[in-house]
């Protein structure tokens, strides 16, 4: 049995995607980002809820550089 590593791809999500203005599309892709940064940002929050929101932000940064440095696989 193959284990996936992402879900399989929702054909009708890219179509409608395929159907968006080249401003739309970066809007979508700007508020995915946002809501992958509150969930990291909720998650620290509750790891280090004594922490100012200059240092949060600066937690959310080291946590986003953290991965970009990460290599992929499984």
Do not use: C, H
Request: overall charge positive; aromatic content about 6%; hydrophobic content about 40%.
């Amino acid at each position: 049995m193959t284990a996936y590593r992402f879900d399989p791809v929702d054909l009708e999500q890219v179509r409608s995607w395929g159907r968006l203005t080249p401003g739309q599309r970066i809007q979508v892709m700007l508020d995915a980002r946002e809501l992958a940064v509150g969930f990291i940002r909720g998650r620290l929050r509750q790891q280090y809820a004594d922490l100012s929101l200059g240092e949060l932000n600066l937690k959310v940064l080291e946590e986003i550089a953290r991965v970009q440095r990460t290599p992929p696989g499984p």
